[in-house]
């Protein structure tokens, strides 16, 4: 098992989790920790994932040998859906071991490998199998994406909850700036509330603030 690919998840489908894992590759490969990232599996697409452009964009470079090489984008499907219907509605289903190989050479490569998920951590990618399940089966440590509008604190307690319960390691929760619009009230105090219980009961967890890019 490789220890430097990290799962990227969050609250729900607009947490912001493709912003945010730009934002946090970007900032390691600042740091010297060379990080590529990869989406998994890419729905609402056909030849290039949108994300992975997203990313790219945010970390300062265009598209990357290992992109034109399909490492970073393995598995894309033509509707805009949950893994599970997107694979159903393309009549194939998800090739995980190309996935997997996939991450598994990029993490040969770079530090660290930022694998962004599709929604939400209870996100079904089969119709028996939750993305939650799948990350806590890999080992893979967690980026947890989170924001500050309305009901992002019980949405965010709530995956702790899951998290906790199937052992997942949690190395970090993003609060997520992006988009603008939040309540500035309700905002700051989210912030401070996800940070503060993070410091109380998940005291090996870092927080980061994903700010507003220009």
Same mark, same amino acid.
């Given at each position: 098992m490789n220890d430097n690919i990290l799962f990227v998840?969050?609250?729900?489908?607009?947490? /912001?989790?493709?912003?945010?894992?730009?934002y946090i590759a970007r900032e390691w490969n600042k740091q010297g920790r060379r990080t590529i990232t990869q989406k998994f599996i890419q729905t609402g697409n056909r030849d290039i994932s949108e994300d992975i452009e997203t990313h790219r964009r945010i970390m300062g470079c265009g598209l990357l040998d290992v992109d034109r090489q399909r490492l970073t984008m393995?598995?894309?499907?033509?509707?805009?859906?949950?893994? #599970?219907?997107?694979?159903?509605?393309? &009549?194939?289903?998800?090739?995980?071991? &190309?996935?997997?190989a996939a991450a598994d050479r990029l993490a040969q490569t770079y530090d660290a490998v930022l694998?962004?998920?599709?929604? /939400?951590?209870?996100?079904?990618?089969?119709?028996?199998?939750?993305? @939650?399940?799948?990350?806590?089966? &890999? /080992?893979?440590?967690l980026?947890?994406?989170t924001s500050g509008k309305l009901g992002s604190i019980s949405?965010?307690?709530?995956?702790?909850?899951?998290?906790?319960?199937?052992? @997942?390691?949690? #190395?970090t929760v993003a609060y997520n700036?992006?988009?603008?619009?939040?309540?500035?009230? @309700? /905002?700051?105090?989210? #912030?401070?509330?996800?940070?503060?219980?993070?410091?109380?009961?998940?005291?090996?967890?870092?927080?980061?603030t994903v700010p507003l890019l220009g």
């Open positions: 998840s969050g609250i729900d489908t607009d947490a /912001g989790k493709s912003y945010a894992t730009g393995p598995e894309i499907f033509t509707y805009p859906c949950s893994p #599970h219907l997107a694979s159903e509605i393309d &009549k194939r289903p998800i090739d995980f071991t &190309k996935i997997e694998v962004e998920g599709a929604g /939400g951590l209870m996100v079904p990618l089969t119709r028996t199998l939750l993305t @939650i399940d799948y990350v806590a089966a &890999k /080992g893979w440590p980026v947890f994406v949405h965010t307690l709530l995956s702790l909850e899951a998290i906790r319960r199937r052992g @997942i390691r949690l #190395h700036m992006y988009p603008e619009g939040t309540d500035s009230v @309700i /905002g700051r105090d989210t #912030h401070d509330y996800i940070r503060d219980l993070l410091a109380r009961d998940f005291p090996e967890t870092e927080f980061v």
